[in-house]
Every structure is written in C-alpha cells, then in structure tokens.
C-alpha cells in the first residue's frame, strides 16, 4: 500500500510539472459532505480542461485520511454580468482510515470570481454530483463549498 501511495504522488507530482508550463494555477479547501480537504489545481492542461488533486479527512465509508484527483471541464454557460464560472467534472477518491474506501465521483459546480468583482484574487465555488463508493458500496451525494487563491 505504501508502494502504491508513493507512485501515486509522484505520477500527481510528474503531471503537475508538466502542466504548469501550460497555465495557471490555484490552491485552497473545501469543507462539505463527506469531509474537508485541501486541493491544488492546474488549469489549461488543454482548452477548458483542468485537474484538481485533493487531501483531506473524509468520515464515509472507511474514514479517516483521504486523497482524491479531478478533471474539470468549463461550460461555455451564459451568466449575463455575474462573474461565475460554470463546470463539470469527475474524479476518484481513495479513503484510508479503518479500511480503504475506493470512491468514484461526478459533480457540476460553479465559481464565483472574487477578482472580477473588485475583491482580492480567488473565488469561492459549491459543487455537487452523485458518488459512489466500494467499501462497503454505497451510492449518495457529495456536496462541497470551498475558497480557491488563483496564481
């Protein structure tokens, strides 16, 4: 297991050195169900394509510790003036705490762009999507809301 966590990281760590030379990028937290994480984002890995990798403690399923990564795609939706951007996106989640929990997730969401609005850098986002876990299986909702610092 410990093998498997070390390649994880440095495949995550391999991808985001090569994407940082084709966009920005950001970090923040969210806080929801089923817990609270940390993340790092990449934006522009291709046209409207970004990755999210996530850190945190997650109480569903095996509880405890949890890594997570996500691709997003942004919408071409019209908000009118409302600085909001709207997007897609999936990812898997593994939790580790009184066993291991293997989750795959989907979600929309949307982020609000305090910069646009004449407030300091970042943007503050909610998403939410179905999720599915393996140990033991059960599918439900994951909800977030979160604060994003852009680079």
């Known amino acids: 297991m410990r093998k498997f966590l070390v390649s994880l990281i440095a495949v995550a760590a391999l991808g985001a050195g090569t994407a940082f030379a084709q966009g920005g990028y950001w970090a923040g937290f969210s806080v ?82 305090l910069a646009q609005s004449g407030l300091p850098e970042g943007g503050v986002f909610l998403e939410a999507g179905p999720s599915l876990g393996f140990n033991p299986f059960q599918l439900g909702i994951a909800a977030k809301l979160g604060f994003n610092y852009h680079f």
Not at 46 to 66: C, D
Not at 83 to 111: H, R, S
Request: no cysteine; aromatic share 10%; net charge negative.
């Open 32 to 113: 929801g169900y089923p817990g609270a994480a940390l993340h790092f984002g990449i934006d522009n890995i291709s046209p409207g394509l970004a990755a999210r990798i996530n850190a945190g403690y997650n109480y569903i399923g095996a509880g405890g510790f949890a890594l997570g990564a996500d691709v997003l795609y942004d919408l071409a939706v019209d908000t009118g003036t409302a600085p909001i951007d709207v997007y897609v996106g999936g990812g898997l989640g593994l939790g580790i705490g009184t066993g291991v929990d293997v989750a795959v997730n989907a979600f929309v969401g949307g982020e609000f762009s």
